[in-house]
Every structure is written in C-alpha cells, then in structure tokens.
C-alpha cells in the first residue's frame, strides 16, 4: 500500500483568511473650506479626533459623522479639510479564500466608489456656503488596503508572501 505524499503548498489556496479591505476616498470640492463656520452652523455632527503628534496643528480636519440616513455602516472616518478636501474611509471585513476575494474585490470597490460618491454628495450639500469656490467634485483619488489577520498555525508569513505576493 502506498501513502500518498501531500504538499502543503497545494492547500494554501484553500485556506480561508478573514481580515479587512481599507479603502480611502479623498474629494477635491473647492479652494478652501472654513471649518469654524461648520462648526458654528452645525450643519453636522463632529467626533472626536485623535491624531499623532506629528500632525501640524494647523492642517487639523474636522472629524464628522456621515449624515443620515446612509446606507452603510461600513465607513468608519469622515473628515473636512480646510484646504477642500472631504476625505471617507470605509472598513469592510471579509473571511474568505484570497484566491475568491480575489473574483469579487473589482464588485467591492466599484460598490464602495458609488457609494462614496453619494455620501461625499450629502455631506458638501450640507457645508457649500462654507466653500470657497464650491464644486462636487473637481477630482477624486482612491486608496486600497488588505489587511489579513496572521494564521502563525496554518501559514506563515513567508509563505503567504511567497504563495500571494
């Protein structure tokens, strides 16, 4: 009787990994925004805003909640720029192989691009008389991460680089 011999490489595009897909939005909508006017008007909702030390004072955002109703719970930062910017941050968890996340990741992205659209929209119709030179939007750029919770017992790191890149 023979025993066959396995690889454990043939099996890591089976292992399913959970984790999280970051994705930043970030939308030029005018020449400056004046923060303190949003503020006083309350217009939105501000949050508290830790940043690191490093952050220059006078480049400080105004944190915000996405104004309601919005359809997901998925975005997990919002913020103002003086210099007119809205910047969104979506956090959308997975548990899947990385091989199907790989099949439907174009769905999730182009899901969260429309989506951020709609809530950049709602949250400059709110704050345009603090706009100068208000326009929605004059350009757009988009930040995407994968973050994958390390599974020391099923694969390490070597491998998984060297398996996914």
Do not use: W
Request: charged content about 20%.
């Amino acid at each position: 009787m023979q025993t066959k011999k396995t690889n454990p490489e043939e099996n890591l595009g089976q292992l399913t990994f959970s984790g999280n897909i970051f994705i930043f939005f970030a939308f030029d909508v005018g020449d400056d925004i004046n923060l303190e006017k949003i503020e006083k008007i309350r217009a939105l909702k501000s949050v508290p805003l830790s940043l690191p030390k490093y952050f220059k004072n006078y480049h400080l955002p105004l944190a915000i909640e996405l104004p309601h109703p919005h359809k997901t719970s998925h975005c997990i930062s919002c913020k103002i720029h003086n210099f007119g910017v809205i910047s969104l941050t979506y956090k959308i968890p997975f548990t899947d192989t990385l091989g199907d996340l790989r099949k439907y990741f174009n769905e999730i992205t182009n899901n969260y691009q429309e989506q951020s659209v709609l809530d950049a929209k709602s949250i400059f119709k709110k704050i345009r008389k603090c706009i100068v030179q208000p326009k929605f939007f004059q350009t757009q750029s988009s930040y995407i991460m994968i973050q994958v919770d390390p599974q020391p017992k099923k694969i390490n790191l070597t491998q998984l680089q060297k398996q996914y890149g």
